[in-house]
């Protein structure tokens, strides 16, 4: 995943475009969900965000676990191992504990999880939180007569959102606390461990 500019929309995506992917590998992109589930079932990953602000600030954040599992199982996104040098991460973050997340989207519902937070401060609790992935046709947020939408792992909206508006305001833009504002840059990349 790639955002740099604003050509392409992310936010008001439906469940089969992030399941395929959208946009041009040269530019924004989403590589699609059933392509990292592919490409993760069989190997071990890492994942990678480079963060930038309009205000050239940066930041990243890197797991060494990084895994999308099958559609049938909504794409649950498990990750742990974190390092970087952002003090607020993906939900329930933790060097030593993997956390479990199944992607949701506004037609198909995959958050039966009783964790009350997603993206936490900056602490590194040790239990596990499973999110679902949310986007405008299916809603698997927490936040009830809403959606947090935009395509990507919610509990309720939370600090992080790479999918969101590249020119919105506050929550519908492209953020990641504890930067203030939209993000001018956001980069998600694997890589084979080892």
């Known amino acids: 995943m790639r955002r740099q500019d604003g050509s392409v929309k992310f936010r008001n995506k439906l469940w089969y475009a992030y399941k395929f992917g959208f946009g041009n590998l040269d530019g924004e992109f989403w590589l699609g969900n059933e392509a990292r589930h592919i490409l993760t079932e069989s190997d071990s990953y890492r994942v990678r965000f480079d963060l930038v602000t ?15 599992g099958p559609e049938s199982d ?3 996104l498990v990750i742990g191992g974190y390092s970087g040098n952002l003090t607020v991460l993906l939900p329930r973050h ?3 504990i993997n956390t479990t997340m199944k992607f949701s989207t ?3 519902f995959n958050d039966d999880n009783l964790a009350e937070v997603c993206f936490t401060t900056n602490t ?3 239990s596990e939180n499973m999110i679902k992935f949310s986007t405008k046709d299916r809603d698997n947020d927490k ?8 395509g990507w792992w919610f509990n309720a909206c939370g600090y992080v ?7 919105g305001v506050g929550y519908e833009g492209i953020t990641w606390y504890p930067f203030d504002g939209n993000l001018a840059y956001a ?8």
């Open 94 to 96: 933790s060097a030593s």
């Open 124 to 126: 590194h609790d040790q």
């Open 187 to 194: 980069d998600m990349k694997i890589r084979l461990n080892g």
């Open 161 to 167: 959102r790479l999918t969101g508006d590249y020119d």
């Open 74 to 76: 909504q794409y649950q």
């Open 106 to 108: 506004k037609d198909r």
């Open 54 to 68: 309009f205000d050239r600030r940066w930041g990243h954040a890197e797991y060494s676990k990084f895994d999308i």
């Open 143 to 150: 936040l009830e007569g809403a959606c947090c939408c935009g």
